[in-house]
Structures are given as structure tokens and as C-alpha cells.
């Protein structure tokens, strides 16, 4: 469900908005916008108990092209360490709230090592947003439930307290709202903007992106990695990470999940992309959650630069590897959840 909020208490979860004036740090003045109300739906895998309910301003400018900023007015109620390493995600759908909650997670355990400084999200709803909506995984989708998607990432940064943008990244205006952000890592799941060297090149640990395919291979370049598996009649894919650069998923790659099943008991392929996505995209918090371990590795020893190598098929444990190799399925996604990594202290 889509909601962008009034200022009349809703039930429990729900937010305010307060569509106001006021210019972002940094950023210019906003033109004010006004708010529509819809509810929160209750129980939401991943958003949780919203107490209190966090207010935020939905701001706009002309600058972004196209989208709104989300900022919140409530801090964040954790105190976070001054030496936290400072994490931006570029993630919209299901799997790149994934890796959100994951993060969240995290820090919420090790508040004094991470922490999530912002995030940009598709906006797949203006006309005017050139993120490729015919020929990614938006267009398995059904249109009407575009909106409801990206409000599922709006409202989950504004529960957690932390910004979130929809607009074009490309631009002098979310160049300053990135600076700010200060980020030592950016991660990107399921983002449909390029990006320039301004962005992947400015933090100091490096900018990954996670995408569902052996790139190492030369396979699945680009929006349609699945419909590529099927046309070479492959039975398993890995989901990779790899570093962000100038031509689109061209990035050395830093690793790939264990191999995952992607047919059916019979050996034929789920009737839909989006199957596909949910078995594959299983291993993408896991995944974060290393990246963000060995980052913080580095950082403690004293060290900048980007990873170079993770083996995630020797740290990830054989209980996934097993689940990985079980058939897809084209019913529901509960049988792809994967065990929590170590560090989340919880499974």
C-alpha cells in the first residue's frame, strides 16, 4: 500500500507528512508539494512496530528532474558511533529492501559500526524517470503496483529515520545531498539509473553493485540476465557482486553467491521473471552483510580502497548451499528465506 501522509493520526503503524517550504542542508529551497494519505499495511515482513510515529517532510526541486526527497524531521533514536562506517544504498523492489533490512539489522546490533546515512530509490510512477522501467524487472510487474512498491522503500527509511530520494542521481542537486551523506560505501540492488565517477569513485571503500548472473562468464549483461539463462538453457546462476563503473555491469567482479537452482523439479523455468528473482535475489542480504564485514575489516586495520575478493562459497554455510540447489518454484517465496548471517545475532 502507498501511503504519503496527512497530519490526522492514522492507525498503528503510520507516519505524518509534513509537505512544508523548508530546504534540505545543502540542498536548494524545495517547492512545496502537497501530501495524499493512505494507510500502512500492518505487519509488513521487515517494517515491524513503528512507536512513535516519525514525521517527515516530501520535498522538491526542480534540480532532481523528476522524484521527491523524503527527509525526515525525527532522529534517529540509537546513538550511532562518530567512527560508524557510513553505508548509501541505490536499492527499490522486494530485493533491494532486502538489502535495507539487512543493514538496518546490523545496525541495530553493532550500532557503534554502521550506519545507514541514505538511500535512493527508483521512481517508477513519473513519466518523466529515465530508469528503464520497459526493460528491467518493473516491467514483470503489474503497473498498478508500482506506486506501492516505492512507498514500501519510503516508508521503510522513514522508520528507521534516514532519507530517502527518488529522483535523478546525474545531477548538481543530489551531487550536494551525496557529499553530505558523506558515504564510505555505496550499495546498489536492483537500481535503474547509471552512474557517473563522481558517484562510484567518491567513497573511500568502493561502490557495488549486486546483479543476477555470472558476469565473470560474460553472462546476463544487463536488464535481462534471466530471459539470457533461458535462451542457453542454463540450470544455475549465481548472484554476483561487483564493483560499480562507468559502463553498466562491466565492474571487476569482487564475488558470486554459491550456485542457485533456477529450474523447476521437471527441468523447465518458472512462468515468471520475477520467480526467478526472489530464488536468486535469496542471497542478497546475506551477501551486503559480508561485503559490510569485510569493509569494516579493512577500516580497522587502518586501510581504505575497495574490496578486491570475497569467496562467499567458503563463508557461506552448507545448510544455504543446500537450499540454493532445491528447485525453483512458482508458488510462494517463503521456502527461498534464507538463515540470517552470523552477525545479525539472530535465525
Same mark, same amino acid.
Given at each position: 500500500c502507498n501511503h504519503f501522509f496527512g497530519v490526522t493520526p492514522l492507525p498503528r503503524p503510520s507516519f505524518l507528512c509534513h509537505s512544508m517550504a523548508m530546504a534540505a542542508p545543502a540542498l536548494q529551497s524545495p517547492t512545496e508539494s502537497p501530501c495524499k494519505r493512505r494507510q500502512l499495511l500492518e505487519g509488513r515482513e521487515g517494517v515491524g512496530e513503528l512507536t512513535p510515529a516519525p514525521s517527515f517532510l516530501r520535498l522538491t526541486d526542480a534540480g532532481s528532474q523528476w522524484g521527491e526527497l523524503y527527509q525526515p524531521t525525527v532522529p534517529r533514536p540509537t546513538?550511532?558511533?562518530?567512527?560508524?562506517?557510513?553505508?548509501?544504498?541505490? +536499492?527499490?523492489?522486494?530485493?533491494?529492501?532486502? +538489502? %535495507?533490512?539487512?543493514?538496518?539489522? =546490523?545496525?541495530?546490533v553493532h550500532p557503534n559500526r554502521l550506519t545507514v546515512v541514505g538511500v535512493a530509490t527508483d521512481d517508477p510512477v513519473d513519466p518523466a524517470a529515465k530508469i528503464s522501467v520497459r526493460k528491467r524487472l518493473w516491467s514483470e510487474v503489474p503497473s498498478e503496483q508500482w506506486s506501492d512498491l516505492k512507498a514500501q522503500v519510503v516508508e521503510a527509511c522513514m522508520a528507521i529515520g534516514i532519507p530517502c530520494y527518488t529522483g535523478a542521481v546525474k545531477t548538481e542537486y543530489f551531487r550536494a545531498m551525496y557529499r553530505a551523506w558523506a558515504p564510505d560505501v555505496l550499495l546498489m540492488h536492483c537500481f535503474g539509473q547509471k552512474l557517473d565517477s563522481f558517484l562510484f569513485d567518491r567513497p573511500p571503500f568502493g561502490a557495488y553493485n549486486l546483479h543476477p548472473s555470472d558476469l565473470s562468464q560474460g553472462l546476463g549483461v544487463g536488464p535481462r540476465p534471466f530471459h539470457d539463462a533461458m535462451e542457453r538453457g542454463l540450470g544455475t546462476m549465481p548472484l554476483v557482486l561487483h564493483r560499480v563503473a562507468e559502463e553498466i555491469d562491466r565492474g571487476a567482479v569482487v564475488g558470486a553467491?554459491?550456485?542457485?537452482?533456477?529450474? %523447476?523439479?521437471?527441468?523447465? =523455468?518458472?512462468?515468471?521473471v520475477v520467480k526467478f528473482m526472489e530464488k536468486v535475489g535469496s542471497t542478497a542480504a546475506w551477501m551486503s552483510v559480508q561485503l559490510v564485514e569485510e569493509v569494516l575489516d579493512r577500516k580497522g586495520q587502518g586501510q581504505q580502497g575497495c574490496v578486491e575478493r570475497i569467496d562467499f562459497s567458503s563463508v557461506m554455510p552448507e545448510s544455504i548451499k543446500k537450499i540454493l540447489l532445491l528447485p525453483a518454484t512458482n508458488g510462494g517465496k517463503e521456502g527461498y528465506r534464507l538463515p540470517d548471517h552470523p552477525s545479525l545475532g539472530r535465525n
Open positions: 546513538p550511532r558511533g562518530e567512527g560508524a562506517l557510513r553505508v548509501v544504498l541505490f +536499492v527499490s523492489m522486494p530485493w533491494g529492501m532486502t +538489502v %535495507l533490512h539487512a543493514l538496518q539489522r =546490523y545496525e541495530e553467491s554459491p550456485p542457485v537452482n533456477i529450474q %523447476l523439479p521437471d527441468g523447465s =523455468y518458472p512462468t515468471s
